[in-house]
């Protein structure tokens, strides 16, 4: 394969100079497109990517424009790439960043787009790293796909703030893992997966079909207030690579043991599937053996609570909005197929994918009705035939993809749609 070097990952490798064991914002502006002949499709996956790439490295968050849109002269930026010192300060004042990532892309050939980048510094202004324009495949999937995979790949062993583990999956025994701060999102960093962990703040909420889901099914209809503590949840479902890192098994043959006909989507930050409910928990168990921490799959209460936005409640029908092609990945625009994780735009706590792309395994059995009066901290019926799986996937209708639609699987099959994320409990 012909090498393509991608400067706006290239950029990625300056942050180490500054690595320290405070998280560092970087917001990534939009993609700069000044020909405007650039698909919008393209300049959506090089931001998003941006942002997840940043943020799946320890001591660094990154954030994008949609975070951003009150800035004064925000538009400034879009239209030009040239910001000046006083509008970087400000920038640094108002979000709290202290560096700014400018991407720009112009069309190169059919196949093909230029990507250049420039990591500028709030405090003083200045032009911290930049690179020369490279070529970069237009095709959004398989650029954002090649995109994160290298910045991966380069970032690895680079950042001092990045702890790779050499322990193979099988050990049983608790590493010495640094506990996470109380009440403060935290990266995940046994056997290199670098697992982005949200802090999702205790509270109350409406569970089930609240007025503005529509199209409920009867399983959804007998609503109730529920109480949850706090809990950390997974920013994006359980990736391949994380999988593979911690399990030892490949998509590839997770698929076999189900002698399914194909896959719907491969790649190290494409989602996990093909994994029952006892695997993920085994997932789970893993992970806490290695570090000493408590994860698990998320109960259908705390899953539904993080996907309205816990504390943050939008009211959406979706996980982030009303408008799902915003943040699902689903029936009409998947292509049959899962995607990236964390391509789609996040709720208002910061998670991904929460509608659509795949489903979801949950810890409760699943029941037709509610008990209206299990309402604190619920985990569901003490048995039952099937699994809770929420949040809908690449084959689902929009109306499945709603945060209160329930659906009840067997634990024990392997499905190309049902996929997880992880829990922490603190």
Same mark, same amino acid.
């Given at each position: 394969?012909?090498?393509?070097?991608?400067? %706006?990952?290239?950029?990625?490798?300056?942050?180490?100079?500054?690595?320290?064991?405070?998280?560092?914002?970087?917001?990534?502006?939009?993609?700069?497109?000044?020909?405007?002949?650039?698909?919008?499709?393209?300049? %959506?996956?090089?931001?998003?990517?941006?942002?997840?790439?940043?943020?799946?490295?320890?001591?660094?968050?990154?954030?994008?424009?949609?975070?951003?849109?009150?800035?004064?002269?925000?538009?400034?930026?879009?239209?030009?790439?040239?910001?000046?010192?006083?509008?970087?300060?400000?920038?640094?004042?108002?979000?709290?960043?202290?560096?700014?990532?400018?991407?720009?892309?112009?069309?190169?050939?059919?196949?093909?787009?230029?990507?250049?980048?420039?990591?500028?510094?709030?405090?003083?202004?200045?032009?911290?790293?930049?690179?020369?324009?490279?070529?970069?495949?237009? /095709?959004?999937?398989?650029?954002?796909?090649?995109?994160?995979?290298?910045?991966?790949?380069?970032?690895?062993?680079?950042?001092?703030?990045?702890?790779?583990?050499?322990?193979?999956?099988?050990?049983?025994?608790?590493?010495?893992?640094?506990?996470? +701060?109380?009440?403060? /999102?935290?990266?995940?960093?046994?056997?290199?997966?670098?697992?982005?962990?949200?802090?999702?703040?205790?509270?109350?909420?409406?569970?089930?079909?609240?007025?503005?889901?529509?199209?409920?099914?009867?399983?959804?209809?007998?609503?109730?207030?529920?109480?949850?503590?706090?809990?950390?949840?997974?920013?994006?479902? +359980?990736?391949?690579?994380?999988?593979?890192?911690? &399990?030892?098994?490949?998509?590839?043959?997770?698929?076999?043991?189900?002698?399914?006909?194909?896959?719907?989507?491969?790649?190290?930050?494409?989602?996990?599937?093909? &994994?029952?409910? /006892?695997?993920?928990?085994?997932?789970?168990?893993?992970?806490?053996?290695?570090?000493?921490?408590?994860?698990? %799959?998320?109960?259908?209460?705390?899953?539904?609570?993080?996907?309205?936005?816990?504390?943050?409640?939008?009211?959406?029908?979706?996980?982030?909005?009303?408008?799902?092609?915003?943040?699902?990945?689903?029936?009409?625009?998947?292509?049959?197929?899962?995607?990236?994780?964390?391509?789609?735009?996040?709720?208002?706590?910061?998670?991904?994918?929460?509608?659509?792309?795949?489903?979801?395994?949950?810890?409760?059995?699943?029941?037709?009705?509610?008990?209206?009066?299990?309402?604190?901290?619920? +985990?569901?019926?003490?048995?039952?035939?099937?699994?809770?799986?929420?949040?809908?996937?690449? /084959?689902?209708?929009?109306?499945?993809?709603?945060?209160?639609?329930?659906?009840?699987?067997?634990?024990? %099959?392997?499905?190309?749609?049902?996929?997880?994320?992880?829990?922490?409990?603190?």
């Amino acid at each position: 394969m012909k090498r393509i070097l991608f400067p %706006l990952i290239l950029a990625f490798l300056c942050l180490s100079v500054f690595a320290q064991t405070d998280v560092k914002k970087v917001a990534i502006l939009e993609t700069v497109d000044k020909m405007g002949n650039v698909p919008y499709g393209v300049l %959506l996956q090089v931001r998003s990517s941006l942002t997840y790439a940043i943020s799946s490295n320890a001591g660094y968050e990154g954030y994008d424009r949609v975070d951003m849109a009150a800035i004064t002269g925000e538009q400034n930026f879009q239209r030009t790439g040239m910001v000046s010192d006083e509008q970087i300060k400000r920038l640094g004042e108002m979000t709290g960043a202290a560096y700014v990532l400018i991407a720009e892309a112009a069309i190169y050939d059919d196949q093909n787009i230029i990507i250049a980048a420039k990591i500028l510094d709030v405090e003083t202004g200045g032009v911290m790293s930049s690179t020369p324009p490279a070529v970069a495949p237009k /095709d959004p999937t398989k650029m954002a796909e090649a995109c994160i995979k290298c910045s991966q790949t380069l970032v690895e062993g680079k950042m001092p703030t990045r702890t790779m583990a050499t322990t193979t999956t099988t050990s049983t025994s608790t590493s010495t893992q640094p506990a996470p +701060v109380a009440n403060q /999102d935290f990266i995940e960093t046994a056997w290199g997966i670098n697992m982005k962990m949200i802090w999702v703040e205790g509270g109350d909420f409406l569970m089930g079909c609240t007025s503005e889901q529509s199209d409920c099914e009867n399983d959804e209809q007998n609503v109730r207030r529920v109480t949850v503590d706090g809990f950390y949840i997974g920013m994006l479902e +359980v990736t391949q690579s994380q999988w593979e890192k911690v &399990v030892g098994t490949s998509i590839y043959q997770q698929k076999s043991k189900e002698n399914a006909s194909g896959t719907n989507g491969v790649g190290p930050d494409y989602p996990m599937y093909f &994994v029952t409910w /006892d695997e993920a928990m085994e997932f789970c168990r893993l992970l806490s053996n290695k570090t000493g921490r408590t994860y698990t %799959l998320p109960t259908e209460a705390q899953w539904e609570y993080a996907a309205r936005g816990g504390n943050k409640n939008e009211g959406a029908k979706y996980a982030g909005s009303n408008m799902i092609d915003a943040v699902a990945w689903y029936y009409n625009n998947s292509g049959i197929s899962t995607h990236i994780v964390g391509s789609k735009r996040a709720n208002a706590l910061g998670i991904y994918d929460m509608s659509g792309n795949v489903c979801e395994w949950c810890k409760d059995w699943y029941a037709s009705s509610y008990v209206s009066y299990d309402t604190n901290n619920p +985990v569901g019926p003490s048995s039952g035939n099937h699994r809770v799986s929420r949040g809908g996937s690449w /084959d689902y209708t929009a109306s499945g993809c709603r945060v209160a639609r329930r659906n009840g699987y067997s634990p024990g %099959l392997r499905y190309c749609y049902i996929g997880f994320r992880v829990v922490c409990l603190p």
